[in-house]
């Protein structure tokens, strides 16, 4: 069977999403598109070649009765919206993170899907099935280590522009670390502290960069999370777990190693759409293929979207107080309590 999708948000990760169910991808076919700017979307209609119908707003692609799954990539204000019109209507849903900009709206799309009685939601933290915290997830899971005692990790982008804002730091960059590394280490978050260091002069007014967030677990693990976003040099993502018995470190990104003029240099990517390429493609081929299989994705939940939410809320309290902020989850429910396959 052929999952026909429509597609909410036509922007940089729309495009890309399409790209991949329509060239690389099977047992997906995108049948609708929206935008709210609606040139944008009539563009990648034409751009992919897509026999797709052009709706006004997401209210009218989720009525279209031929389409079975919804995909939310429209900016993370517009999420929750579209998110419950597709639970409501019974359709699959994948939606980019965040899922919802705020713990209370993640809360009323967990109460949704519930009440629909089985799961339609799988939110897009690829990163679980990127290949290289795979291995380090198996590393951890196997003890090779020992218990976790410290994690140091970074998120570094070469440049960001003026519209990148302080908070954004937590609800579009952090937001992957918060929920890999939970899942890395299978412990949930108990508290987070945020330090400015010295601003670099290629930030703006508006932006603090870099920051560090010592985020604390209720198994004592310590997490050091640098976020730097006009770091200059690439694209590149670092996870160093320190345990009892030794160090796991996420694998460098393969690249050929050249001796030549006196150095010795390796290439450093420079977009996070190459970089995590194949987990984006695993992510999407594992939702078609679950919704296909079982009838329901496998991947990132609703409450994982809720977990993420109710910890960035807390970072962003931290940023703005300069406290340290306790972070409170609300008990999983039973329903969210099967543990998913997210290895293909
Ligand atoms: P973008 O700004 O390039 O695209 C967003 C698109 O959504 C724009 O075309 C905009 O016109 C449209 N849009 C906004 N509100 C809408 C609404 N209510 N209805 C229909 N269309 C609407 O943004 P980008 O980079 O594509 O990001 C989109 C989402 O994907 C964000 O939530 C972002 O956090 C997420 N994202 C996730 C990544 C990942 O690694 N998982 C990477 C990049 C983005
Ligand atoms: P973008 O600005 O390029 O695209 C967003 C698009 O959504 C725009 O075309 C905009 O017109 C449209 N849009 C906004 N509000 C809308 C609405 N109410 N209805 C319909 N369309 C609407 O942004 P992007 O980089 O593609 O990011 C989109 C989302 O994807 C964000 O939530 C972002 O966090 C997420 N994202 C995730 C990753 C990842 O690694 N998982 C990477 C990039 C972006
Ligand atoms: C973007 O929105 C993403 O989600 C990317 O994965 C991330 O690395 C980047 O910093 C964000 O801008």
Redesign the pocket.
């Known amino acids: 069977m052929t999952i026909k999708i429509g597609v909410?948000?036509?922007?940089?990760?729309?495009r890309e999403h399409i790209d991949r169910i329509e060239n690389i991808l099977s047992g997906g076919e995108v049948k609708a598109v929206?935008?709210?700017?609606q040139e944008?979307a009539y563009k990648a209609v034409k751009d992919y070649n897509l026999d797709a119908t052009v709706y006004p707003?997401?209210v009218a692609l989720v009525g279209d009765p031929n389409i079975d799954a919804v995909f939310v990539?429209?900016?993370?204000p517009?999420?929750e919206?579209?998110v419950l019109l597709a639970i409501e209507a019974g359709k699959y849903v994948f939606c980019?993170?965040?899922l919802a900009t705020s713990a209370e709206g993640c809360m009323r799309i967990v109460d949704a899907e519930q009440k629909q009685g089985k799961r339609l939601v799988q939110v897009?933290?690829?990163r679980r099935y990127d290949e290289g915290y795979v291995q380090l997830k198996e590393a951890l899971d196997n003890n090779e280590i020992g218990d976790p005692l410290m994690i140091h990790c970074s998120h570094r982008n070469p440049g960001v522009d003026e519209n990148y804002k302080t908070n954004m730091a937590v609800t579009?960059t952090l937001i992957?670390e918060i929920d890999a590394l939970h899942w890395l280490i299978d412990d949930n978050y108990e508290s987070v502290r945020v330090d400015f260091p010295r601003k670099t002069k290629h930030s703006h007014a508006e932006l603090q960069d870099p920051q560090v967030f010592t985020l604390k677990t209720q198994g004592g693990v310590l997490i050091h999370a640098e976020v730097f976003v006009n770091c200059k040099y690439g694209y590149d993502i670092q996870c160093e777990v320190m345990g009892e018995e030794g160090i796991a470190k996420l694998p460098e990104v393969a690249s050929v190693v050249v001796r030549k003029e006196s150095k010795l240099s390796s290439n450093i990517l420079n977009d996070?759409k190459i970089r995590?390429m194949d987990a984006?493609n695993k992510e999407l081929q594992n939702f078609l293929d679950s919704v296909e299989k079982y009838g329901e994705p496998q991947g990132p939940t609703s409450w994982d979207g809720y977990i993420a939410a109710v910890t960035a809320d807390a970072c962003l309290q931290a940023q703005e107080t300069g406290e340290e902020v306790d972070i409170k989850l609300q008990d999983t429910p039973d329903f969210y309590k099967k543990q998913v396959a997210v290895r293909n």
């Open positions: 909410i948000g036509t922007g940089a990760i729309g929206t935008d709210v700017n944008s707003d997401d990539t429209s900016w993370g517009a999420h919206q579209s980019e993170k965040p897009g933290f690829m579009e992957h996070w995590f984006y």
